[in-house]
């Protein structure tokens, strides 16, 4: 995005929103059509280096014109000099949370967008305000890094508004500042969570191989209830599997077999975290047939499948797919293959030809030239696994994975993990019994949950453990979709009301009537949860099936999965707001959230049912449409 586009949001949705009377004056300058705002802007590329190149008054407070040899300098209505505003990207600072950056020689304090002056600038580098927070720090020093610079060495922590330290300087590097009451940080090399008052938030995740034996217990669970006696499974733990070297700790080992067919339609491995080397011979036939393929790395264990299933017949292979899609529901697939931008700081000497950042692991394939990694190379992932894809000009092809060093946890915290496992244990093995049992064990397991992470420190565990054990508990909710199958229609009566997302899936009843209403007051949170289902739909999305057309589908059918169904919910709710809504209002929302409005995507469907006597009411998706929120 342009600078000029950005400064033109800056003036309008900022400012006008906030303080009546805003009076934008301009010389030397031309408008220009903007594609990605549908607005006019004001273009000042190539003219910053005059000195009336540009001027702009924020409600008649105050006015900031560019000046040479001295920049941004903001005056009052009389003229008066007030400050110089902090460059940022090409222009004045931006106000975050009504504060923008001011800088006095080499130090960097903050005004309020009255033109009033409320931190003095007395810091070497301080970040924008987020959550009431803002990083600064103590002894950094400005590095040029070709056309860019960075603040480096010195120690980082945060003030409130008022410019109070509430969080010392004792971090060696910001990840992320505060959303949501949470920032990431490195403290001594090692990746933490903080809140507002600098406490450490606990992992979400624990690492104990325990939970993958639950894991198993669940797997178990599921294929009862979803594949009743078509699929058996049989677990059994595991020293050695194919490509790699001796497991410590061991794996645990699952085996999906097919009616009475003894060889296993696909085999599952379940690794806790650990260093391991898996060596891949290109050339060999058995890795073509039977390749030992990466599935993802959850929080607690890196999962490999050995596909034996390619000799079988087709419809074997069907079911095999079937299973792991199951699979996938289960480990939370979709979240744990999301990708972030973190940034990574490796040795030059290292051609990198492809990298990712996942929730759990690091995965790099790098060209290399010699037969290993150097002896003296090191590389700390924070708290993730790295693997590292090593194409050497000489020698075999090499996967070498590495452990972090990990968190030694307090004895009260590894007390709530083997509690959680108790109360885990127990929900999975009392529901073998039946499903009519399973909603009560579900409920007296969560309120357990609950009671056990009291406290701010771990309040932030709830919802995850409590979603686990459901995704654990009811798998066939997130992995079959509920097409209205009924035994049979002894008292059938038409349905006369319009097909919704719920009657295609029930199991996204309740997630769509906890969704704000079409409220202007929730126009923001309905954008936050746009954009965190269209990440969680592109990384989950639906399939084209053959259709089953004597149950009255067509010949190819769509299933979208429940992502994609909440997401055209809340795609439409917010629709109904914007139309409420005025343009400046919207971006100035959109800005503060740092969405573009070509990000507001989606695809809404529309359903039909189909009524077959003696089997029961079908639901299908009918139409796709392809949706772009329109930003006045």
Known sequence: MKRFAVLFVFLISTLISDLPGNVITYTGLKRQKTENHGLNSIACSDTLNNSDSL?????????????????????????????????????????????????????????????????????????????????????????QHGEHQAWEDGQWGFIDRKGNEVIRPVYDKIIRDFREGMATVVLKGRKITIDTSGNILKPITMEDPQWITLLGEAITLGALNSFQDSLKIKNSRTKVIPR??????????????????EKPLLTFYFLPWQNLTQKINTDSPDEKIHPL?????????????????????????????????????????????????????LPEYFQ??????????????????????????TFTPGNK???????????PTVINWQKPPGIAPDSSFREKENKLIEIFDEALQKSFAGKEN???????????????????????????????????????????????????????????????????????????????????????????????YSR???????????????????????????????????????????KTLPGHGIHKTLKKLNIKPGDLEYIRFSFIHVDVMGSGRFFYVDKMENIRLLVQ
């Not at 410590?248 to 067919?261: C, D, S």
């Not at 009291?454 to 992995?479: A, C, V």
Request: hydrophobic content about 35%; aromatic content about 14%.
């Open 55 to 143: 001027l702009f008054y924020p409600a008649g407070q105050f006015f900031i014109k560019y000046i040479n040899d001295q920049g941004f300098v903001a005056f009052s209505k009389n003229g008066k000099k007030l400050f110089v505003v902090y460059p940022f990207d090409n222009g004045p600072d931006y106000p975050s949370e009504g504060l923008f950056r001011i800088i006095k020689g080499d130090k960097i304090g903050f005004a309020n967008i009255k033109g009033e002056v409320v931190i003095p600038p007395r810091f070497n580098a301080v970040l924008p305000f987020h959550n009431g927070r803002a990083a600064f720090c103590d002894g950094c020093r400005k590095i």
């Open 244 to 261: 790699f070297g001796a497991l410590k700790p061991e794996a645990l080992k699952t085996e999906v077999f097919y009616g009475n067919i």
């Open 293 to 345: 393929r990466l599935i993802t790395v959850t929080g607690y264990a890196m999962i490999f499948a050995f596909d034996d299933y390619t000799e079988l017949f087709p419809k074997h292979k069907e079911e095999s797919q079937r299973f792991e899609k199951f699979l996938k529901t289960l480990i939370n697939y979709g979240e744990n293959q999301q990708t972030t931008e973190e940034p990574l700081e």
């Open 352 to 377: 990198v030809i492809s990298g990712n950042i996942f929730r759990n692991y690091i995965s790099l394939e790098i060209a290399w030239h010699g037969s290993g990694l150097p002896a003296d190379w």
């Open 385 to 395: 696994m790295l693997r590292i894809h090593l194409i050497p000009d000489r020698g």
């Open 438 to 532: 399973r909603e009560t064990l579900y409920e007296n397991a969560k309120n357990s949950i609950r009671d056990l992470l009291t406290g701010s420190d771990m309040q932030h565990n709830i919802d995850f453990y409590t979603t686990r054990l459901k995704n654990w508990m009811f798998p066939e909710s997130g992995f079959i979709k509920k097409t209205g199958k009924i035994e049979n229609f002894p008292d059938y009566t038409p349905k006369l009301s319009p097909d919704k997302a719920t009657d295609y899936m029930p199991e996204v009843t309740d997630s769509i009537l906890k969704l704000p209403e079409s409220k202007p007051e929730n126009f923001k949170r309905l954008l936050e949860l746009f954009i965190v």
């Open 536 to 578: 969680k739909a592109k990384d989950n999305p639906g399939e084209w099936v053959e259709g089953n057309m004597v149950l009255g589908a067509r010949p190819k059918e769509y299933q979208p999965t429940a992502d994609e169904l909440i997401l055209a919910e809340i795609g439409d709710r917010l629709q109904k707001v914007m």
